[in-house]
Nanobody, 119 residues
Framework: QVQLVESGGGLVQPGGSLTLSCAASRSIFSINVMGWYRQAPGKQRDLVAA???????DYADSLKGRFTISRDIAKNTVNLHMNSLKPEDTAVYYCNAKHHVGVLEYDYWGQGTQVTVSS
């Protein structure tokens, strides 16, 4: 079991920056993949960025260069740094953990944090 708690969402003006944090209830080094997804009203939940236990990162193509995922293993946190924010970045952002046990994959989600980009 992994509990995930997101923080850092809020209202930001276009062009601004925001950092989201996800605190995990266990060592993130033992979790295969940690990631951030987002879901705008009426749309599906899409991958924003992910980081593996080995430190490899992956990003949605449209967000490369503006968003950066990082982790603090000592604090069991994964962060999403968002720059040059646009109104279309407005969404609920969810933290995700994918943990493999043998051939089984377990998916865990946080409760989500709202990010609103508006002037």
């Amino acid at each position: 079991q992994v509990q995930l708690v997101e923080s850092g969402g809020g209202l930001v003006q276009p062009g601004g920056s925001l950092t989201l944090s996800c605190a995990a209830s266990r060592s993130i080094f033992s979790i295969n993949v940690m990631g951030w997804y987002r879901q705008a009203p009426g749309k599906q939940r899409d991958l924003v960025a992910a980081i593996t236990s080995g430190g490899n990162t992956d990003y949605a193509d449209s967000l490369k260069g503006r968003f950066t995922i990082s982790r603090d293993i000592a604090k069991n946190t994964v962060n999403l740094h968002m720059n040059s924010l646009k109104p279309e970045d407005t969404a609920v952002y969810y933290c995700n953990a994918k943990h493999h046990v043998g051939v089984l994959e377990y998916d865990y989600w946080g409760q989500g944090t709202q990010v609103t980009v508006s002037s």
